[in-house]
Protein backbone atom coordinates (compact mmCIF):
# COMPACT_ATOMS: atom_id res chain seq x y z
CA UNK A 1 0.00 0.00 0.00
CA UNK A 2 1.51 3.43 -1.29
CA UNK A 3 0.49 6.24 0.35
CA UNK A 4 -2.13 8.97 -1.28
CA UNK A 5 -0.17 11.64 -2.90
CA UNK A 6 -0.89 15.41 -1.84
CA UNK A 7 0.51 18.74 -2.34
CA UNK A 8 2.50 19.12 0.65
CA UNK A 9 1.30 22.79 0.97
CA UNK A 10 -1.41 24.74 0.17
CA UNK A 11 -2.51 28.37 1.23
CA UNK A 12 -5.11 31.33 1.05
CA UNK A 13 -6.02 34.40 2.03
CA UNK A 14 -9.22 34.93 4.42
CA UNK A 15 -12.86 34.46 2.36
CA UNK A 16 -10.84 32.44 -0.55
CA UNK A 17 -11.51 28.91 -1.30
CA UNK A 18 -8.68 26.26 -1.60
CA UNK A 19 -8.72 22.75 -3.22
CA UNK A 20 -6.27 20.12 -1.60
CA UNK A 21 -5.97 16.88 -3.95
CA UNK A 22 -5.65 13.50 -3.09
CA UNK A 23 -4.28 10.91 -6.10
CA UNK A 24 -4.62 7.44 -5.80
CA UNK A 25 -5.18 4.15 -8.21
CA UNK A 26 -8.18 2.00 -8.97
CA UNK A 27 -7.20 0.03 -6.30
CA UNK A 28 -7.87 3.13 -3.59
CA UNK A 29 -9.72 6.06 -4.53
CA UNK A 30 -10.55 5.26 -7.70
CA UNK A 31 -12.23 1.97 -7.10
CA UNK A 32 -14.20 2.95 -3.89
CA UNK A 33 -16.48 5.85 -2.59
CA UNK A 34 -14.70 5.78 0.67
CA UNK A 35 -12.75 8.45 0.77
CA UNK A 36 -12.51 10.64 3.72
CA UNK A 37 -10.83 13.89 4.48
CA UNK A 38 -9.62 14.93 8.80
CA UNK A 39 -8.26 17.88 9.67
CA UNK A 40 -5.64 18.37 12.19
CA UNK A 41 -4.04 20.94 14.56
CA UNK A 42 -0.97 20.92 16.29
CA UNK A 43 -0.50 17.90 19.01
CA UNK A 44 -4.38 17.20 18.54
CA UNK A 45 -5.86 14.02 17.41
CA UNK A 46 -7.26 14.27 13.37
CA UNK A 47 -10.83 15.15 13.52
CA UNK A 48 -13.49 13.67 10.81
CA UNK A 49 -14.28 16.66 8.30
CA UNK A 50 -15.65 14.61 4.84
CA UNK A 51 -16.40 11.11 4.69
CA UNK A 52 -17.94 8.70 1.37
CA UNK A 53 -16.10 11.16 -0.64
CA UNK A 54 -18.70 14.08 -0.03
CA UNK A 55 -20.28 14.06 3.16
CA UNK A 56 -20.10 15.84 6.02
CA UNK A 57 -20.49 14.52 9.61
CA UNK A 58 -22.70 16.19 11.98
CA UNK A 59 -21.29 19.70 12.93
CA UNK A 60 -18.53 20.79 10.31
CA UNK A 61 -19.79 23.39 8.09
CA UNK A 62 -20.63 23.63 4.77
CA UNK A 63 -17.94 25.52 3.57
CA UNK A 64 -16.04 22.13 3.89
CA UNK A 65 -17.24 20.34 0.70
CA UNK A 66 -15.58 16.87 -0.98
CA UNK A 67 -15.57 15.26 -4.97
CA UNK A 68 -14.12 12.97 -6.41
CA UNK A 69 -13.00 12.68 -10.40
CA UNK A 70 -11.56 8.82 -11.42
CA UNK A 71 -8.50 8.26 -8.96
CA UNK A 72 -8.26 11.76 -7.55
CA UNK A 73 -10.50 13.68 -4.53
CA UNK A 74 -10.24 16.67 -3.83
CA UNK A 75 -11.49 18.72 -0.52
CA UNK A 76 -12.37 22.19 -0.99
CA UNK A 77 -12.56 24.97 1.77
CA UNK A 78 -14.57 28.03 1.46
CA UNK A 79 -14.66 30.99 2.54
CA UNK A 80 -11.22 30.96 4.62
CA UNK A 81 -10.84 31.15 8.46
CA UNK A 82 -7.93 31.52 10.01
CA UNK A 83 -8.98 28.47 12.33
CA UNK A 84 -9.14 25.97 8.82
CA UNK A 85 -4.92 26.88 9.50
CA UNK A 86 -4.20 23.07 9.96
CA UNK A 87 -2.66 19.67 8.44
CA UNK A 88 -5.53 17.62 5.87
CA UNK A 89 -5.31 14.24 5.29
CA UNK A 90 -7.09 11.99 3.01
CA UNK A 91 -7.57 8.54 3.34
CA UNK A 92 -9.67 5.97 1.13
CA UNK A 93 -10.57 2.37 2.07
CA UNK A 94 -8.51 -0.05 -0.46
CA UNK A 95 -10.10 -3.25 0.01
CA UNK A 96 -10.18 -6.11 2.09
CA UNK A 97 -10.26 -4.65 5.24
CA UNK A 98 -7.70 -1.94 4.38
CA UNK A 99 -7.26 1.29 4.62
CA UNK A 100 -4.66 4.03 3.31
CA UNK A 101 -4.09 7.49 4.30
CA UNK A 102 -2.33 10.47 2.15
CA UNK A 103 1.01 12.24 2.71
CA UNK A 104 -0.77 15.60 4.20
CA UNK A 105 -1.50 19.08 3.01
CA UNK A 106 -0.29 22.13 5.51
CA UNK A 107 -2.96 24.54 4.88
CA UNK A 108 -1.77 28.24 5.80
CA UNK A 109 -4.12 30.57 5.78
CA UNK A 110 -2.31 33.74 4.89
CA UNK B 1 -20.63 9.85 23.97
CA UNK B 2 -17.74 7.71 22.75
CA UNK B 3 -14.40 8.18 24.04
CA UNK B 4 -11.27 6.41 23.34
CA UNK B 5 -7.65 6.54 25.49
CA UNK B 6 -4.81 5.02 24.90
CA UNK B 7 -2.49 3.57 27.23
CA UNK B 8 0.72 1.87 27.61
CA UNK B 9 4.66 2.62 28.51
CA UNK B 10 6.00 6.10 26.68
CA UNK B 11 9.43 4.40 25.97
CA UNK B 12 10.26 1.24 24.49
CA UNK B 13 14.26 -0.21 23.84
CA UNK B 14 14.80 -1.25 20.50
CA UNK B 15 14.07 -5.16 19.47
CA UNK B 16 11.60 -5.37 22.11
CA UNK B 17 7.60 -5.44 21.83
CA UNK B 18 5.13 -2.00 22.11
CA UNK B 19 2.23 -2.88 24.05
CA UNK B 20 -0.63 -0.48 24.05
CA UNK B 21 -4.45 -1.10 25.07
CA UNK B 22 -7.42 1.28 23.86
CA UNK B 23 -10.52 1.54 26.24
CA UNK B 24 -13.29 2.87 25.11
CA UNK B 25 -16.48 4.36 26.86
CA UNK B 26 -19.70 5.68 25.90
CA UNK B 27 -20.20 2.86 23.56
CA UNK B 28 -20.06 -1.23 23.90
CA UNK B 29 -17.22 -2.56 21.42
CA UNK B 30 -19.30 -6.04 21.17
CA UNK B 31 -21.84 -3.94 19.89
CA UNK B 32 -20.37 -3.55 16.29
CA UNK B 33 -17.98 -1.43 14.22
CA UNK B 34 -14.29 -1.82 13.36
CA UNK B 35 -11.72 -0.53 16.00
CA UNK B 36 -7.95 0.33 15.10
CA UNK B 37 -5.11 1.43 15.64
CA UNK B 38 -3.40 4.22 13.74
CA UNK B 39 0.41 5.96 14.32
CA UNK B 40 1.84 9.51 13.52
CA UNK B 41 5.93 9.45 13.51
CA UNK B 42 6.85 12.94 14.76
CA UNK B 43 6.65 15.50 12.12
CA UNK B 44 5.07 12.96 9.35
CA UNK B 45 2.22 11.95 8.39
CA UNK B 46 -0.72 9.65 9.26
CA UNK B 47 0.09 5.19 9.04
CA UNK B 48 -2.76 2.78 9.36
CA UNK B 49 -1.48 -0.06 11.38
CA UNK B 50 -4.71 -2.50 11.87
CA UNK B 51 -8.18 -2.96 12.90
CA UNK B 52 -10.01 -5.25 14.18
CA UNK B 53 -13.52 -6.25 14.06
CA UNK B 54 -16.07 -6.66 16.76
CA UNK B 55 -16.04 -10.21 16.53
CA UNK B 56 -12.58 -10.88 16.38
CA UNK B 57 -12.15 -10.60 12.64
CA UNK B 58 -8.41 -8.82 11.85
CA UNK B 59 -7.01 -6.89 9.15
CA UNK B 60 -3.21 -5.89 8.81
CA UNK B 61 -1.44 -3.09 7.42
CA UNK B 62 0.80 -5.57 4.89
CA UNK B 63 3.98 -3.42 5.56
CA UNK B 64 3.49 -4.09 9.28
CA UNK B 65 1.80 -7.65 9.45
CA UNK B 66 4.49 -9.51 10.58
CA UNK B 67 5.24 -7.37 13.78
CA UNK B 68 1.45 -6.80 14.66
CA UNK B 69 -1.15 -8.18 16.56
CA UNK B 70 -4.15 -6.71 17.59
CA UNK B 71 -6.95 -7.96 19.60
CA UNK B 72 -9.68 -7.39 21.39
CA UNK B 73 -11.58 -7.60 25.12
CA UNK B 74 -15.07 -7.39 24.90
CA UNK B 75 -15.18 -7.80 29.09
CA UNK B 76 -13.18 -4.81 29.52
CA UNK B 77 -14.50 -3.25 26.99
CA UNK B 78 -10.47 -2.43 25.25
CA UNK B 79 -8.27 -3.54 22.38
CA UNK B 80 -4.58 -3.66 22.18
CA UNK B 81 -1.75 -3.43 19.81
CA UNK B 82 1.32 -4.97 20.18
CA UNK B 83 4.11 -4.73 17.65
CA UNK B 84 6.86 -6.68 17.86
CA UNK B 85 11.05 -6.04 16.95
CA UNK B 86 10.65 -2.45 17.26
CA UNK B 87 12.97 0.16 16.32
CA UNK B 88 13.91 4.11 16.27
CA UNK B 89 11.77 3.95 13.00
CA UNK B 90 8.72 3.36 14.59
CA UNK B 91 8.70 6.41 17.31
CA UNK B 92 5.30 7.69 17.02
CA UNK B 93 2.22 9.18 18.70
CA UNK B 94 -0.36 5.99 18.67
CA UNK B 95 -3.82 6.73 17.96
CA UNK B 96 -6.78 4.36 18.34
CA UNK B 97 -9.86 5.03 16.84
CA UNK B 98 -13.21 3.60 16.36
CA UNK B 99 -13.65 3.06 12.51
CA UNK B 100 -17.13 2.64 10.56
CA UNK B 101 -18.51 2.25 7.34
CA UNK B 102 -15.27 2.28 4.81
CA UNK B 103 -12.78 2.13 7.60
CA UNK B 104 -13.31 5.92 8.29
CA UNK B 105 -12.07 7.15 12.22
CA UNK B 106 -15.08 8.47 13.41
CA UNK B 107 -13.70 8.70 17.05
CA UNK B 108 -10.47 9.06 18.01
CA UNK B 109 -7.99 9.08 21.04
CA UNK B 110 -6.28 11.48 21.97
CA UNK B 111 -2.45 9.84 21.07
CA UNK B 112 -0.02 8.59 23.02
CA UNK B 113 3.72 9.18 22.37
CA UNK B 114 5.80 5.76 22.22
CA UNK B 115 9.63 6.45 21.64
CA UNK B 116 11.98 3.61 20.57
CA UNK B 117 15.24 4.59 22.67
CA UNK B 118 17.54 2.38 24.86
Not at chain 2, 46 to 67: D, F, M, P, Q, V
Amino acid sequence: QSALTQPPSASGSPGQSVTISCTGTSSDVGGYNFVSWYQQHPGKAPKLMIYEVSKRPSGIPERFSGSKSGSTASLTVSGLQAEDEADYYCSSYAGSNNVVFGEGTKLTVL
Amino acid sequence: QVQLQESGPGLVKPSETLSLTCAVSGFSISSGYYWGWIRQPPGKGLEWIASIYHTGITSYNSSLKSRVTISVDTSKNQFSLKLGSVTAADTAVYFCARQEVGLRAQYWGQGTLVTVSS
